[in-house]
């Protein structure tokens, strides 16, 4: 098996910015696309951004401009730099990773615990 380690999260002034990050807890052959959902007290959990493993991005329209998603691949891991965050940034955030274990197994969805993001007005 392998973990999702999600670290960065926190209490931030809204205008102010925080980075994410997210990186598989062993050795793996290779992830596919890798992204980051956001879920609100109340609300859904919701796409924020992706990133594909040769670096085609998407984000939900609510973050574009303000958020960059990025990765390495080298180290497994993923990234989300937060700027210019708005108190309706609110939530836990979750990393999200397709990853195949080992040579010639089919991919799993893995989940990371999430991180809390606070933004005060």
């Known amino acids: 098996q392998v973990q999702l380690v999600e670290s960065g999260g926190g209490l931030v002034q809204a205008g102010g910015s925080l980075r994410l990050s997210c990186a598989a807890s062993?050795?793996?052959?290779?992830?596919?696309?890798m992204g980051w959902y956001r879920q609100a007290p109340g609300k859904q959990r919701e796409l924020v951004a992706t990133?594909?493993?040769?670096?085609?991005?998407n984000y939900a329209d609510s973050v574009k401009g303000r958020f960059t998603i990025s990765r390495d691949n080298a180290k497994n891991t993923v990234y989300l730099q937060m700027n210019s965050l708005k108190p309706e940034d609110t939530a836990v955030y979750f990393c999200?990773?397709?990853?195949?274990?080992?040579?010639?197994?089919?991919?799993?969805?893995?989940w990371g615990q999430g991180t809390q993001v606070t933004v005060s007005s």
């Open positions: 999200n990773a397709d990853i195949i274990l080992r040579i010639g197994e089919v991919s799993h969805d893995y």
């Open positions: 062993r050795s793996i052959f290779t992830i596919g696309v």
């Open positions: 990133i594909t493993k040769g670096g085609s991005t």
